[in-house]
C-alpha cells in the first residue's frame, strides 16, 4: 500500500488530507502536527472584543482523523533524511512513498526590541494579552503595523493587521472611550495593502482617514522600545504596540537538503513539487512558488495549492507526470468588527465591494461553515 505523509494540521494540511481520501479510499495517510487540533486563525481579530472564545477556534480533530481513516502522529517535525522518504519526529521515524509539507511558516523575529510589541497572529496569548490590556488602559497611544520578508515579497501578513486596526478604532467607539486613545498605523510600505490592488489602497487610506487614525509610511523600521517605535522617518510613542513581522521558512528546514528560496522558504515550481526533489510537494506559508509579486499568503490560497499538491502525489505515485496547477486568487473581508469589505485580485482584475454589515456577517457565517467540516 503506498504511504504519504502529511506535515501539518493547519488549512494546507487538512484540504491536502481530504483531497487525498476523496481520490483514494485505500492510500495510507499519516498527518503529523504537534497537536490533534485545527486552529482558525480568520478569528483571532474578534478576541480582543471577546465576540469568539478558544472554543470557536480550536478544533479537535480525532472525529476527523477517524472519518478519513487518517493515522495521526503527534510530535514536531525535526528533519528529512532519505531524500524525503524519511521524516523526523522526535526520536520516531516517518516513511513515505510521497510528502506534502504544509507546516506554515515562523514570523521573523530580529528586529531590536521586538520583545515589546505583540504579534497577533502567533496564535491566542497575545490577543489575550490585547483584550485585558485594552481594558485596564484609561487611554493612551496604540500603535499598528507590519513589515514584509525584503527577499520574499509574497512573505507578508498585512490584511489582519488592517482589521486588528480598524477593529480596535470600532470596539474603542462602541465603548464610548475613542477620544481617549490615539491610533497610529505604521509600515515601511509607501502604499499598504498594494497586495490587494490600487483601489483597495486608496480604500484602506481613506477609512483611516475617516477614523482619525494617523500613519506613518514609508519608513524602514529600526527598533522597538518599551513605548516606542523607532524607524528612519523618526518614532511612535506607543502604550501598546502590535506589529506583524515578516515570513521565512521554519527551523527544521535547516536539517533537509530541499533548496530554498533567498527568503527561506522551499523553493516549488507550479505544480506545488519541491524543486529537484522526488515525490516532496509544499503547500500555503512553507513554499515559495512562481507567479506574480502580490500571490497571498492566506488559507484560501493554501486550500488552491493543497488541492493541486495532493493531486499530483497521487497521480506521482501511480506513475504519472505531475500536471495539476493552483489558481492564483486572492480572496479575504477585511472586517471591522461590525462591517467588512469585500476584497478579490486574481490574474484579470480586482473586485472591491463597500463596507457593509453583511460582509461582517458573511464573514463569520464562512468561519462556522468551513470549521464544521472538522468538528
Not at 476523496?22 to 495510507?28: A, C, N, P, R
Not at 515578516?246 to 528560496?261: A, K, V
Request: charged residues 25%; hydrophobic residues 40%.
Amino acid at each position: 500500500m503506498k504511504k504519504i505523509t502529511i506535515i501539518g494540521s493547519g488549512f494546507g494540511g487538512l484540504t491536502a488530507a481530504k483531497t487525498l481520501r476523496k481520490i483514494d479510499k485505500y492510500v495510507e495517510i499519516t498527518l503529523i502536527a504537534p497537536k490533534a487540533e485545527f486552529f482558525y486563525w480568520p478569528s483571532l481579530i474578534w478576541v480582543p472584543s471577546e465576540k469568539v472564545d478558544e472554543s470557536q477556534l480550536r478544533i479537535p480533530l480525532s472525529n476527523f482523523f477517524s472519518r478519513k481513516n487518517i493515522h495521526f502522529v503527534e510530535g514536531e517535525v525535526t528533519g528529512l533524511y532519505d531524500e524525503g522518504r524519511s521524516v523526523l519526529v522526535g526520536e520516531k521515524i516517518i516513511k513515505n512513498d510521497a510528502l506534502i509539507i504544509a507546516s506554515g511558516g515562523r514570523f521573523i523575529k530580529k528586529l531590536p526590541g521586538i520583545e515589546n510589541s505583540i504579534t497577533p497572529c502567533e496564535g491566542l496569548p497575545g490577543l489575550v494579552k490585547v483584550r485585558d490590556q485594552l481594558k485596564q488602559m484609561k487611554g493612551g497611544k496604540i500603535a499598528i503595523g507590519f513589515s514584509g520578508n525584503p527577499n520574499e515579497p509574497s512573505a507578508m501578513r498585512g490584511g489582519p493587521m488592517f482589521e486588528f486596526l480598524f477593529g480596535l478604532d470600532t470596539q474603542l467607539r462602541k465603548e464610548n472611550r475613542r477620544d481617549k486613545f490615539e491610533i497610529t498605523f505604521f509600515t515601511p510600505a509607501k502604499q499598504p495593502g498594494a497586495r490587494l490592488g490600487e483601489k483597495a489602497v486608496q480604500g484602506i487610506l481613506k477609512e483611516m482617514t475617516a477614523r482619525g487614525i494617523h500613519t506613518h509610511l514609508g519608513y524602514k523600521i529600526k527598533n522597538f522600545e518599551t513605548n516606542k517605535v523607532i524607524t528612519e522617518g523618526g518614532s511612535i510613542d506607543a502604550d501598546m504596540i502590535l506589529f506583524m513581522p515578516g515570513m521565512t521558512g521554519n527551523e527544521w528546514f535547516d536539517n533537509t537538503d530541499l533548496p530554498r528560496s533567498p527568503g527561506g522558504l522551499l523553493r516549488a515550481n507550479k505544480f506545488c513539487q519541491v524543486e529537484d526533489s522526488n515525490n516532496v510537494f509544499v503547500v500555503g506559508d512553507s513554499g515559495s512558488f512562481p507567479g506574480p509579486e502580490w500571490m497571498p499568503k492566506q488559507a484560501h490560497m493554501a486550500d488552491l495549492q493543497a488541492e493541486a499538491a495532493a493531486k499530483n502525489a497521487i497521480d506521482s505515485l501511480n506513475g504519472i507526470k505531475p500536471s495539476h496547477t493552483f489558481k492564483v486568487e486572492l480572496m479575504c473581508i477585511v472586517d471591522s468588527n461590525n462591517q467588512g469589505i469585500y476584497i478579490s485580485r486574481n490574474m484579470t482584475g480586482s473586485t472591491i465591494f463597500p463596507k457593509t454589515r453583511l460582509m461582517h456577517w458573511a464573514k463569520r457565517f464562512f468561519g462556522w461553515w468551513y470549521c464544521r467540516q472538522y468538528r
